[in-house]
C-alpha cells in the first residue's frame, strides 16, 4: 500500500501567526486531532508505541518547523539556471542560478547554488565583469541572512502580529487620504537603491502624488560626492575607476581596498595592476594620506598617518607641488612634505597612468580640488571616468532631500503619512536629529525591511520584506551594467517585496514580484530576457559621460586644534544592518583582528597621554551623543584623531546582535574639537591574534623582496630518513601570493560558508577557541607611530612530513597518496596532541558542540557534502576535499581524464585579488606549479622539515616604503 504524503505544510497554516504560549496550546489543541496523529506516527513509526504528550508535542513541533521551510524544496517557476542543471531537480546534483545581492544599493553579481531546491552557498558570478567570480565578505554572509531565524516574518501592528489584509486595508485607507492632499504630507524615506523597477514605481508616485517628499536614508552613501561632482562639472556623476591603470594611485582619507560596495572590483583591478608590475610592466605605486589605518595603507608603497583637518593643507601642498599657484603656505612638517614630495614626482612621472582618490566624509572643497586634479593630469578617459549616478534619488526633477530637511518638516507637523523603506534611519540617522521623539505626533508611521529594527519599534505598522536570494528585483552593479535578482527559493516567510508594497500603496491590481520587475523591462523580447536570467545581467557597462572643464573651488583650510573624530562604518557589520549575522561578528576585523565589538581607536602617543590601554574605559563627548566604551591602540593611527566604528549598540537586531558594543551615530564629516575622560572599567575583548609585531632578529613569517631583486635566497630544505608521504595521483598543493593578498577576509567566509564551520561566541573566542580553518594574520613592522603592516593567509599546510600525523595515537590524522592532509572525524578522541604538535597552530578542536542546537533554518543552510562536526572532535583545512572529489566523479562520469585545473577551492574561488593558487604540484603547467618554480617562492617555517605543501611568495615593496624609511 503505497504512503501518503505528510501534510506538516498544512498543519503548520492552522498555527500561523500564533507565539509563545497561544502557539503551544494551539499546537496542542492540534495534536488532539486523529488525523494529526496519525500523520505523525506515519512519520516516526519507531516511536508511536511509547510515544508520551511531551514527545509527541517535541516531535509535531520540529515537524511543522521543518515544513516552513517547505519552499526550500521547491525554485521559483521562472528562475532561469546558468551553468548545467539536469532535466529534474535530482537530490545530489547541484544547481546554480545566476542572480545578484545588492549592498548600499549596488548590485553584486553572484551564482547561488542549491541542492534539492536549498540554497548552500553562493559565488562570485565569474561572467560578469565586475565580479568575474569573487566577491566580498558581506555577500558570502547574505546566505547566513537568508536563513537567519530572526528576520521578520509576518506584519505587525504596534507591535504584535498581524495580517497582509489588514496591512492592505491600511495602505488603501492612507492611499485615499493622499489622493484628497496630492500628495501633501507623505514624506518617504529610502535606504540606497539602484533599482530601475523602484525608479520606475518612485516616478509614477510622484506623477501621481507630485507634493509628496522623499529623503535619503542610507548611513554612508556617497551623496556628498554626487553633490560636489554637481558642483563643479554642472551635473551630478559616479566615478568609475580603473585601477589596473593606474601605475601611481594616491589616496587622500580613502580606502579603495577596503569593505564597500565597490570593493570587489577596485581589489581586481588594483591586483592586476601589481600583478602587472611583478611581471615588469609598469609600476605599481600606492601613496595612502589616512588618519586611521585601513587596507590601502596596509598595501602603501607610502603611507602618511595625518589628521582630517590637516588634509586641506596636504591637498594645497599637493596642488603646489604639481605646478599649481597657491596664495596660502600649507603648515606641513617636514615628513609631510617629504610624502607630498615623492607622491606629486611620481605623478609627474607617470602623466596620464595615475589616479588620486578621496574620501567621501571629506570637506567638498578637497574632493572639488582633487577631482580638478585628476582632469588636469589626463586622468580622465584612461584611469577614471564618468557614469549617471548609479544610486536613486539624484534626479533634478524629483531629488530626494536630506533627514535633517525630515526633522525640519516633522517640527512643524508637515508629516501626515512617514515611510520608511529598506532602512533604519533611526538608529543610523546624525545623532542631533531627534527623529524617534519627533515621530510621536505623527499619525501614520510604517516601517518596510528585512527586520523588526529600532526604526520598525517606534512605527505603527511594520512589514517584512523578501531578502534578496526569495524575491525579485533589479539593481546596478557597479560599472553601471543591470543585474537582475533571481530569487533561489520561494520566500520563506509571509513577506513582499518593496516593489510589491509600492504598488499597493498607489492600488495597482494585484500582481506578483516578477510582473512588476518583467514590465521594467517590457521591451525586452522573452528569448532575450531568459537569456539575461541565464546570464544574471541584462545590459552590459555603462557608457562613460564626457564632462566640462572642472571649475575651480578655494581650499578651506581648517586649523588643526584640538582631537579629531572620525566615523566610519564597521568593516564587518557596516552600519549595523548585519549585526545579527554571526559568521561576520566572529570574523575578524582586519587590522584589529578583533570580534564580536567595536572600540574606541586611540593612537599609541594619545593613549599614553591618557594612561589607558586596550580594554579600559574611556568616554567620548560629542555633539549630540556620548559614547562610552573600550579603548583599543591602533598603531599608525593619527595622533590627535580618535576613531569610532558604527553598528554596535543595537537593542532590535536579533538574538545575536542585539547589546554588543556601544552605540555610534555615523557623521557626514570628520568632529573637532572631542573631549575625552578616562572611567573606571575594563572590557573583555576578544581578539583572534594577541601578538603583532614582526621580529628584527629572526626570520619572519612573511618575506618581503625588493622590486629592482624579487628574487629571495635558496632555502636549503633538510634531509628527510623517511620516504614521501604522496607517490600517486595528482599531488595537491597552494601557494599564496602576499603581495596581492590585502587582508580583506573574503576567503575566510567563504571556507566557514563552504565547510559548516561553527560560530562560537565572544567568550570561545577570547579563550583562543575560534573555530576558522583559515585565518589572516595581521603583523606590524617598524615603529609604533609609523608601522609597516603585513597581512599572511594560514590554512592548513598539508605538510609532506606532518607532526600531527605522527603524534595523534589513534591515526585519525592521515596523509592521503595524493598529498593530503585528511582528518578522520570518527576516530579522533579529542587527545589534542596533534594540534599540540602542529607548529604552524592551524587546528581547531571543538571544545563544545556548537551546532546541535541551531534553528531548524540555520540548519538548512549547511552544505550537506560536509560533515558537521560534534563535541571532542579536531578539525581543520582540508583543502576543499568535497569539490576535489566531485570533480573526479564528474570527470569520470563523463568518460574524461581527471582535469584538476577544474578543482577551485573555496578561497581561491572568492579571493578578488586571485591571490591563491591551487592544484596539481605534479604537473609543471598548471599555475599552482609555476608559482612554487618562482624566485619569491618560500615555505613557512622551512628549516623544521615539515615540508610544506601550503607556500609562499614575498610580497613585493619598492625602494623606499612609508614613513619608516624616513626615519631610517
Keep these: 500500500m503505497s504512503r501518503q504524503p505528510l501534510d506538516f505544510a498544512g498543519l503548520r497554516a492552522q498555527l500561523e501567526g500564533l507565539e509563545g504560549a497561544a502557539y503551544w496550546r494551539g499546537l496542542e489543541a492540534l495534536a488532539a486531532t486523529p488525523e494529526a496523529r496519525a500523520l505523525l506516527e506515519a512519520e516516526f513509526p519507531e516511536a508511536a508505541t511509547s510515544m508520551d ?37 535530482t537530490p545530489g546534483i547541484a544547481s546554480w542560478y545566476a542572480t545578484a545581492i545588492p549592498f548600499c544599493g549596488i548590485a553584486q553579481p553572484v551564482l547561488g547554488k542549491t541542492r534539492a531546491g536549498r540554497p548552500i552557498k553562493l559565488e562570485g558570478n565569474p561572467e560578469h565583469p565586475v565580479s568575474a567570480g569573487a566577491c566580498d565578505v558581506f555577500t558570502q554572509a547574505a546566505i547566513l541572512q537568508l536563513y537567519d531565524p530572526d528576520r521578520s516574518q509576518a506584519p505587525r501592528f504596534k507591535g504584535r502580529e498581524s495580517a497582509w489584509a489588514d496591512a492592505d486595508v491600511a495602505l488603501k485607507t492612507q492611499s485615499l487620504k493622499i489622493d484628497a492632499a496630492k500628495g501633501r504630507g507623505l514624506h518617504i524615506v529610502c535606504g540606497a537603491s539602484s533599482s530601475p523597477t523602484l525608479k520606475r514605481q518612485l516616478a509614477e508616485l510622484h506623477q501621481r502624488w507630485p507634493d509628496a517628499r522623499l529623503y535619503h536614508g542610507e548611513a554612508f552613501a556617497q551623496t556628498q560626492a554626487l553633490q560636489v561632482s554637481q558642483q563643479i562639472f554642472g551635473q551630478p556623476l559616479d566615478q568609475r575607476r580603473y585601477l589596473q591603470h593606474a601605475e601611481v594611485l594616491v589616496c587622500l582619507e580613502d580606502d579603495p581596498l577596503g569593505a564597500g560596495p565597490r570593493q570587489t572590483l577596485l581589489q581586481r583591478g588594483w591586483a592586476e595592476r601589481r600583478r602587472q608590475a611583478a611581471q615588469g610592466q609598469g609600476a605599481a605605486l600606492m601613496f595612502v594620506a589616512e588618519s586611521i589605518p585601513t587596507l590601502s595603507g596596509a598595501a602603501a608603497s607610502e603611507r602618511l598617518a595625518i589628521a582630517p583637518s590637516s588634509l586641506g593643507d596636504l591637498t594645497l601642498a599637493l596642488c603646489q607641488a604639481l605646478g599649481e599657484n597657491v596664495s596660502d603656505t600649507p603648515r606641513l612638517n617636514a615628513r609631510q612634505m617629504r610624502w607630498v614630495a615623492r607622491a606629486a614626482a611620481a605623478l609627474k612621472n607617470y602623466a596620464g597612468r595615475g589616479l588620486i582618490c578621496v574620501g567621501t566624509q571629506v570637506s567638498p572643497d578637497i574632493q572639488a580640488t582633487v577631482l580638478r586634479l585628476n582632469q588636469q593630469l589626463g586622468h580622465h578617459g584612461k584611469t577614471l571616468d564618468w557614469l549617471p549616478p548609479l544610486l536613486l534619488g539624484h534626479d533634478p526633477d524629483t531629488p530626494w532631500l536630506p533627514l535633517n530637511s525630515l526633522s525640519s518638516a516633522l517640527a512643524d507637523n508637515q508629516v501626515e503619512q512617514l515611510l520608511m523603506l529598506d532602512c533604519n534611519p533611526l538608529f543610523t540617522a546624525p545623532a542631533e536629529l531627534p527623529l524617534t521623539d519627533q ?87 522573452e528569448p532575450q530576457w531568459r537569456q539575461a536570467l541565464a546570464n544574471g545581467w541584462i545590459s552590459p557597462p555603462a557608457n562613460a559621460l564626457s564632462v566640462s572643464e572642472a571649475a575651480v573651488i578655494a581650499l578651506n583650510l581648517d586649523p588643526p586644534e584640538g582631537l579629531d573624530v572620525i566615523v566610519r562604518p564597521d568593516p564587518c557589520v557596516w552600519d549595523g544592518r548585519f549585526a545579527n549575522l554571526g559568521w561576520l561578528q566572529e570574523l575578524p576585523k582586519p587590522i584589529s583582528t578583533l570580534t564580536w565589538t567595536n572600540v574606541i581607536g586611540l593612537s599609541p602617543r594619545l593613549a599614553e597621554r591618557l594612561g589607558v590601554g586596550n580594554g579600559e574605559g574611556i568616554e567620548v563627548a560629542l555633539p549630540g551623543q556620548l559614547i562610552r566604551g573600550p579603548v583599543w591602540i591602533e598603531p599608525g593611527q593619527a595622533e590627535q584623531v580618535v576613531a569610532l566604528y558604527a553598528g554596535y549598540g543595537r537593542s532590535h537586531a536579533g538574538r545575536v546582535g542585539n547589546g554588543l558594543g556601544h552605540a555610534v551615530r555615523p557623521t557626514l564629516r570628520y568632529v573637532t574639537g572631542a573631549s575625552l575622560r578616562r572611567f573606571n572599567q575594563h572590557f573583555v575583548l576578544a581578539a583572534t591574534q594577541t601578538h603583532h609585531q614582526l621580529p628584527d632578529d629572526e626570520e619572519p613569517p612573511i618575506r618581503v623582496v625588493n622590486r629592482d631583486s624579487p628574487a629571495l635566497p635558496a632555502q636549503s630544505i633538510p634531509v628527510s630518513l623517511y620516504s614521501p608521504a604522496a607517490d600517486s595521483g595528482p599531488q595537491w598543493g597552494m601557494v599564496i601570493d602576499l603581495d596581492l593578498c590585502t587582508g580583506c577576509n573574503a576567503c575566510v567566509t567563504a571556507c566557514q560558508a563552504e565547510n559548516n564551520i561553527a560560530v562560537v561566541g565572544a567568550e570561545q573566542v577570547a579563550k583562543g577557541r575560534a573555530m576558522h580553518w583559515l585565518r589572516i594574520d595581521h603583523y606590524y613592522q617598524g615603529p609604533l607611530e609609523a608601522p609597516r603592516s603585513r597581512f599572511q593567509p594560514l590554512p592548513c599546510m598539508h605538510c609532506e612530513q606532518a607532526p600531527c600525523e605522527s603524534g595523534c595515537p589513534v591515526n585519525a590524522t592521515v596523509h592521503s597518496r595524493d598529498g593530503l592532509n585528511q582528518m578522520v572525524y570518527n576516530r579522533c578522541i579529542g587527545t589534542r596532541t596533534c594540534a599540540s604538535y602542529c607548529p604552524y597552530k592551524v587546528r581547531r578542536f571543538n571544545w563544545l558542540d556548537w551546532s546541535a542546537n541551531a534553528a531548524p533554518s540555520i540548519q538548512a543552510q549547511r552544505n550537506p557534502e560536509v560533515t558537521v562536526r560534534s563535541r571532542g572532535v579536531m578539525e581543520k583545512c582540508t583543502y576543499c576535499i568535497q569539490r576535489i572529489s566531485a570533480a573526479r566523479i564528474d570527470d569520470k562520469q563523463q568518460g574524461a581524464d581527471f582535469d584538476t585545473s577544474a578543482v577551485v577551492t573555496a578561497c581561491q574561488q572568492t579571493c578578488a585579488s586571485q591571490a591563491i593558487h591551487f592544484g596539481d604540484i605534479a604537473n609543471p603547467a598548471s599555475a599552482v606549479s609555476q608559482a612554487r618554480g618562482g624566485k619569491r617562492h618560500y615555505r613557512l617555517l622551512e628549516a623544521l622539515g615539515t615540508r610544506p605543501r601550503t607556500t609562499y611568495l614575498a610580497r613585493i615593496e619598492e625602494q623606499s616604503t612609508g614613513e619608516g624609511a624616513d626615519e631610517a
Excluded at 521547491?74 to 531537480?89: F, G, H, I, S
Excluded at 529600532?454 to 539593481?475: I, K, M, R, T, V
Excluded at 514590465?519 to 525586452?524: A, E, F, S
Design 439 to 525: 515621530l510621536q505626533s505623527v499619525p501614520f508611521v510604517l516601517h518596510a525591511g528585512l527586520y523588526y529594527d529600532e526604526s520598525a519599534a517606534q512605527s505603527h505598522w511594520h512589514l517584512p520584506l523578501n531578502h534578496a536570494l526569495d524575491g525579485w528585483s533589479d539593481a546596478l552593479a557597479a560599472d553601471g551594467s543591470a543585474c537582475i535578482v533571481q530569487p533561489l527559493i520561494e520566500p520563506m516567510y509571509a513577506t513582499r517585496t518593496l516593489h510589491q508594497l509600492l504598488a499597493g500603496l498607489m492600488n495597482a491590481p494585484a500582481t506578483d514580484a516578477l510582473a512588476l520587475v518583467r514590465d521594467t523591462w517590457k521591451t525586452l523580447p
Design 53 to 89: 504528550r511531551r514527545r509527541f508535542l517535541q516531535l509535531m513541533a520540529a515537524s511543522l518547523a521543518m515544513a516552513g521551510l517547505a519552499a526550500c524544496g521547491k525554485t521559483p517557476d521562472q528562475a532561469v539556471p546558468t551553468v548545467r542543471q539536469a532535466e529534474q531537480l
